[in-house]
């Protein structure tokens, strides 16, 4: 079965640039999309269709997708961008998630 | 502006089922994508299927097939999941989810379910 591996972990700097990865076999050949999940609250789609933004999501958040890593990178990362991340494919019907991703800003 | 307004925690004893409630609105909910993804405690995000509203139409995740149920009412703008055969590992918050352009770009509040004897 189709699998997407995510770090567990990612430590960045406030106003640096984070990059979370997301990596599956030929997974360049489908969409990806990225959702930050804060604690205790529901998931937040900040990246679809590979690297388009939804109406609201400030633009230091990017994402792309090549080969096989999908990658979502947070420009001038901010305190508020703490969060667990987690990308996420449709692989034929069926949808699959990635492990998710820490990010802790200190 | 879209909402989805999900029913309230439940606490089930192993062996019950339950049924949670998804109430959409804001948007044309029929036709259209409800998925409903859930996330037991410290855990990932795990998809659960999906319930296409304009014909009733389900795809269900290999893992819950059988035991699950989706269903939309589209007279109330309203889906349900329901989860039969309760145990402790399905102990989490579950959440609807429309899907739209390969994503899902609204969630609901979630639905905290605990399963305890």
């Known amino acids: 079965s189709y699998d997407l591996t995510q770090a567990p972990s990612v430590s960045v700097s406030p106003g640096q640039t984070a990059i979370i990865a997301c990596s599956g076999d030929?997974?360049?050949?489908?969409?990806v999309c990225w959702y930050q999940q804060k604690s205790g609250q529901s998931p937040v789609l900040v990246i679809y269709?590979?690297?388009k933004r939804p109406s609201g999501i400030p633009e230091r958040f990017a994402g792309s997708n090549s080969g096989n890593t999908a990658t979502l990178t947070i420009s001038g990362t901010q305190a508020m961008d703490e969060a667990d991340y987690y990308c996420?494919?449709?692989?034929?019907?069926?949808?699959?998630f990635g492990g998710g991703t820490e990010l802790t800003v200190l | 502006q879209v909402q989805l307004v999900q029913s309230g925690a439940e606490v089930e004893k192993p062996g019950a089922s339950v049924k949670v409630s998804c109430k959409a609105s804001?948007?044309?909910?029929?036709?259209?994508?409800m998925h409903w993804v859930r996330q037991a405690p410290g855990q990932r995000l795990e998809w659960m299927g999906w319930?296409?509203?304009?014909?009733?139409?389900?795809k269900y995740s290999q893992k819950f097939q059988g035991r699950v149920t989706f269903i939309s009412d589209t007279p109330a703008s309203t889906v349900y999941l329901e989860v039969r055969g309760l145990r402790s590992e399905d102990t989490a918050v579950y959440y609807c989810?429309?899907?739209?352009?390969?994503?899902?770009?609204?969630w609901g509040q979630g639905t905290l379910v605990s399963v305890s004897s």
């Open positions: 996420q494919v449709w692989d034929g019907s069926t949808v699959l």
């Open positions: 319930i296409d509203t304009g014909n009733g139409n389900t």
């Open positions: 804001g948007y044309t909910f029929s036709p259209s994508a």
């Open positions: 269709q590979d690297s």
């Open positions: 989810a429309r899907g739209q352009d390969s994503a899902n770009d609204y």
């Open positions: 030929k997974l360049g050949e489908k969409y």
